[in-house]
């Protein structure tokens, strides 16, 4: 099988199919940054579009982001809404097509940076292709949904670039930017302090502060600017019985492949339906809210107590490409709500497993790979019922293991 990996990439590095591979991702970032704005053109569909255009909508007319009395019709922090003023400005048209350019950038730099993190030659990527065909379905969902996974990729692909370089000031504030947009990134301030990168950590802090408070307020003012914030915290950082945020029933739902959702659906008696009505259930156990809530601790224990072991103290460039894509596991599976747009991350742990597969003809990764390669294939043939039993979740933890006994192979080889 490893023999048969190596004879795949080898032809996939070869001059016409290079060529072949650059035209054909071209022509396909060309086809997704057009679908959306054609799509709402000639039939008006808009997805998550419509939620953007209202929040920029609100802001621009100065508006209340968070309602009191109803669920909040947009649950990302109030500068995402700030950043999304200007495109709407320009109409709903203007706005599909801005979005879908910048993810179709967005994707450009994560195959960029992956290439330039695992320390290759622009010719000699062919891991990188065949990790993007595996995720290509979640690169094409945040297109179909307007969903900003892949500019969150690119920013923490190229804050973990910054750090490789010593510019940390610059990887701070990209990953403050990345949690700006979208809360979840922030767990990567963890990892900058365990690892003392005390001048990133300093500037993800500072340049949030900046992000949050002082940019907006010339448009929203500092009385509002406060409130956003506050009620934005209030509606959004909670995790009950009852639920997850603001969209109770989605949490635990098959759609939501975080620990938090993956747990309590297998081990709770929860609904694994958006609408439940009638309910239907999934769960092997029977246990109570506290006792979940146990297991997802002595979980994020154990994998967080697994991270720092591998970790080698010798920091090297290829020990750092390991670290970098096993923290990006890490990040996404511990979000509180992960749906399947977001394993679109998995796209440089992939590249990088494959790359170590073949190079070092790895048993233990290769079986990893497969395993993973499986669970994603049953993701598509049957979505809804190979994630109610968390496909993805387990897909992303395998890929996870294989990363931490490549890191401590390394550790034991220095130590040696």
Same mark, same amino acid.
């Given at each position: 099988?490893i023999t048969?990996?190596?004879?795949?990439? !080898?032809?996939?590095?070869?001059?016409?199919?290079?060529?072949?591979?650059?035209?054909?991702?071209?022509?396909? &970032?060309?086809?997704?940054?057009?679908?959306? =704005?054609?799509?709402?053109?000639?039939?008006?569909? !808009?997805?998550?579009?419509?939620?953007? $255009?209202?929040?920029?909508?609100? /802001?621009?007319?100065?508006?209340?982001?968070?309602?009191?009395?109803? #669920? =909040? @019709?947009?649950?990302?922090?109030?500068?995402?809404?700030?950043?999304?003023a200007a495109?709407?400005?320009?109409?709903?048209?203007?706005?599909? *097509?801005?979005?879908?350019?910048?993810?179709?950038?967005?994707?450009?730099?994560?195959?960029?940076?992956?290439?330039?993190?695992?320390?290759?030659?622009?010719?000699? #990527?062919?891991?990188?292709?065949?990790?993007? $065909? %595996?995720?290509?379905? $979640? /690169?094409?969902?945040?297109?179909?949904?307007?969903?900003?996974?892949?500019?969150?990729?690119?920013?923490?692909?190229?804050?973990?670039?910054?750090?490789?370089?010593?510019?940390?000031?610059?990887?701070?504030?990209?990953?403050?930017?990345? /949690?700006?947009?979208?809360?979840?990134?922030?767990?990567? %301030?963890?990892?900058?302090?365990?690892?003392?990168?005390?001048?990133?950590?300093?500037?993800?802090?500072?340049?949030?502060?900046?992000?949050?408070?002082?940019? @907006?307020?010339?448009?929203?003012? +500092?009385?509002?600017?406060?409130?956003?914030?506050?009620?934005?915290?209030?509606?959004?950082?909670?995790?009950? !019985?009852?639920?997850?945020?603001?969209?109770?029933?989605?949490?635990?739902? +098959?759609?939501?492949?975080?620990?938090?959702?993956?747990?309590?659906?297998?081990?709770?008696?929860?609904?694994?339906?958006?609408?439940? #009505?009638?309910?239907?259930?999934?769960?092997?156990?029977?246990?109570?809210?506290?006792?979940?809530?146990? /297991?997802?601790?002595?979980?994020?224990?154990?994998?967080?107590?697994? $991270?720092? &072991?591998?970790?080698?103290?010798?920091?090297?460039?290829?020990?750092?490409?390991?670290?970098?894509a096993a923290?990006?596991?890490?990040?996404?599976?511990?979000?509180?709500?992960?749906?399947?747009?977001?394993?679109? +991350?998995?796209?440089?742990?992939?590249?990088?497993?494959?790359?170590?597969?073949?190079?070092?003809?790895?048993?233990?990764?290769?079986?990893?790979?497969?395993?993973?390669?499986? *669970?994603?294939?049953?993701?598509?043939?049957?979505?809804? =019922?190979?994630?109610?039993?968390?496909?993805?979740? =387990?897909?992303?933890?395998?890929?996870?293991?294989?990363?931490?006994?490549?890191?401590?192979?390394?550790?034991?080889?220095?130590?040696?």
């Amino acid at each position: 099988m490893i023999t048969w990996l190596r004879v795949l990439t !080898q032809r996939l590095e070869g001059p016409r199919v290079r060529l072949l591979f650059r035209v054909l991702l071209i022509t396909t &970032a060309i086809t997704f940054t057009l679908l959306p =704005f054609v799509r709402f053109l000639h039939s008006g569909t !808009q997805m998550d579009y419509r939620t953007w $255009f209202d929040a920029g909508q609100t /802001v621009v007319r100065g508006g209340e982001l968070y309602p009191h009395t109803q #669920n =909040f @019709p947009f649950m990302y922090p109030p500068t995402c809404a700030l950043l999304l003023a200007a495109p709407a400005f320009f109409g709903k048209p203007a706005l599909i *097509l801005i979005l879908s350019s910048l993810n179709t950038l967005a994707w450009i730099l994560c195959i960029r940076f992956s290439s330039a993190l695992m320390s290759e030659q622009r010719a000699q #990527n062919a891991h990188i292709v065949v990790a993007t $065909f %595996i995720v290509m379905p $979640f /690169v094409w969902s945040s297109y179909h949904l307007g969903q900003p996974s892949l500019v969150l990729l690119a920013l923490m692909l190229g804050a973990f670039l910054s750090l490789r370089h010593g510019r940390e000031t610059l990887a701070g504030a990209l990953v403050a930017l990345a /949690v700006a947009i979208k809360a979840f990134p922030l767990l990567a %301030i963890f990892y900058l302090v365990y690892r003392r990168y005390w001048t990133a950590a300093i500037s993800l802090v500072i340049a949030l502060v900046i992000l949050l408070f002082v940019l @907006p307020i010339p448009f929203r003012g +500092w009385y509002q600017t406060l409130n956003d914030a506050r009620d934005w915290q209030r509606g959004m950082l909670h995790y009950e !019985q009852g639920g997850i945020a603001q969209r109770p029933a989605r949490g635990y739902s +098959w759609k939501n492949q975080s620990i938090f959702g993956v747990t309590n659906r297998l081990l709770r008696r929860v609904s694994v339906d958006d609408e439940p #009505n009638p309910p239907a259930y999934a769960n092997l156990a029977d246990l109570d809210f506290r006792t979940i809530n146990i /297991v997802i601790t002595a979980s994020a224990l154990l994998l967080g107590f697994s $991270f720092v &072991a591998a970790m080698p103290r010798q920091r090297a460039p290829e020990g750092d490409a390991r670290e970098f894509a096993a923290l990006l596991i890490l990040i996404l599976i511990f979000t509180p709500l992960a749906f399947g747009y977001l394993f679109v +991350w998995l796209m440089f742990p992939l590249a990088l497993l494959i790359k170590r597969t073949k190079a070092a003809a790895e048993s233990i990764s290769l079986m990893c790979l497969l395993i993973a390669l499986a *669970l994603l294939i049953a993701t598509g043939i049957t979505p809804r =019922f190979a994630q109610i039993y968390g496909s993805l979740f =387990f897909a992303a933890l395998v890929l996870y293991l294989a990363l931490t006994i490549d890191l401590r192979r390394q550790q034991n080889l220095i130590a040696k």
